[in-house]
């Protein structure tokens, strides 16, 4: 089974196509970061348009790239949420109206599930049951995962994103966008712990998390410092060992009360380095293994939504000709398959 896969979320277009034989045949990645930095993030509608100029072309590259025809096509996923309207529109569109013309099922795919199953397109993949950290600008959850579709989740957090407060801490010390790989690559040039930040919420039970905190802490700091280049490293590298302290604090709880010794990360902060080192080592202190993504399918990309849509697919799942998109949605509401 070949599968077209499309991601319009958010500002980037991603499109990809999956064998279930050979794997992953081809992907492209089209970024509006470069277009949204003028305004320090977002803008929905530039967002959407650009996605509208965009996806036909990289589907066509795609295809070429993969070496497949439109008649070599068996189903096709796009992204039905949760992420901007107007984008998801466009995705959904374009998918259900490429299905129909083809005479193929289309499968709509939550945008988290496809964050989380990324790992599967790596050689070495985690065995069902296992813990997932799902971490982006719009997302932070702790789930357990016992099969696909099969979600509790632990923990999440109330009130920003871990990857949110990265992106606002960034731009109040004026280092641009996307703020948060930026404060990431300052972050080391800091003097460490010139700064003492809180671990919000960890010295009460329970996996949820708080990060506005944090973000107001680095304001604070900000505003006594002398705002010169060397109080941006300090800070940064303050917010960032508090911000991945806490993460993997909770990860660390989240496995202990499972009982399970697999840990999946996922997202676009999943590509931060400091975590990555950071949750490695405690995953091999305890005899257990943590799963990335590679770097490319940490941030939004066609080819995660194809194998979500390919597994659902073969599932006999698929979509009518209703054109469906959730801005919000609830990863409860997932089917198993």
């Not at 606002?168 to 300052?186: F, I, S, V």
């Not at 460490?192 to 604070?220: D, Q």
């Not at 940064?236 to 060992?241: I, K």
Request: proline content about 4%; some cysteine.
């Amino acid at each position: 089974m070949k599968v077209l896969g499309i991601e319009t979320s958010c500002d980037e277009t991603g499109i990809a196509v999956y064998c279930s034989e050979r794997g992953l045949l081809a992907h492209q990645v089209y970024s509006q970061v470069d277009m949204h930095a003028e305004y320090g993030g977002t803008v929905p509608e530039l967002a959407s348009r650009d996605h509208i100029r965009k996806a036909l072309p990289l589907i066509k590259k795609v295809l070429a790239d993969a070496g497949v025809k439109k008649a070599d096509i068996d189903g096709v996923a796009y992204t039905a949420g949760p992420g901007l309207i107007g984008a998801l529109l466009v995705g959904a569109t374009l998918g259900g109206s490429l299905a129909y013309g083809w005479n193929i099922p289309a499968i709509g795919i939550h945008h988290m599930e496809a964050h989380l199953l990324a790992p599967m397109l790596e050689e070495e993949v985690p065995q069902f049951p296992f813990i997932a950290l799902l971490v982006s600008g719009g997302h932070t959850l702790l789930v357990q995962v016992d099969g696909v579709g099969q979600y509790h989740t632990l923990g999440e957090s109330v009130d920003d994103a871990v990857g949110e407060a990265f992106d606002k801490t960034a731009r109040m010390l004026g280092l641009g966008y996307p703020g948060g790989p930026a404060l990431a690559r300052l972050a080391p040039k800091g003097r460490a712990n010139f700064y003492k930040f809180p671990r919000p919420m960890v010295n009460r039970p329970g996996l949820e998390f708080s990060f506005s905190g944090l973000k107001t802490h680095a304001i604070n700091c900000w505003q006594a410092s002398e705002q010169d280049e060397q109080a941006k490293a300090d800070i940064a590298w303050a917010f960032q060992d508090a911000a991945v302290d806490t993460l993997v604090i909770k990860c660390r709880r989240a496995l202990k009360q499972t009982g399970l010794n697999q840990l999946v990360v996922a997202g676009g902060v999943s590509a931060n380095l400091e975590l990555r080192q950071r949750l490695g080592k405690i995953m091999k202190e305890n005899n257990g293994k943590v799963f990335f993504p590679r770097h490319e399918f940490c941030s939004d990309n066609g080819a995660m939504v194809a194998y979500a849509g390919y597994l659902r697919l073969q599932a006999g799942q698929y979509e009518t000709l209703s054109i469906n998109v959730k801005p919000r949605w609830n990863m409860a509401e997932l089917s198993a398959i």
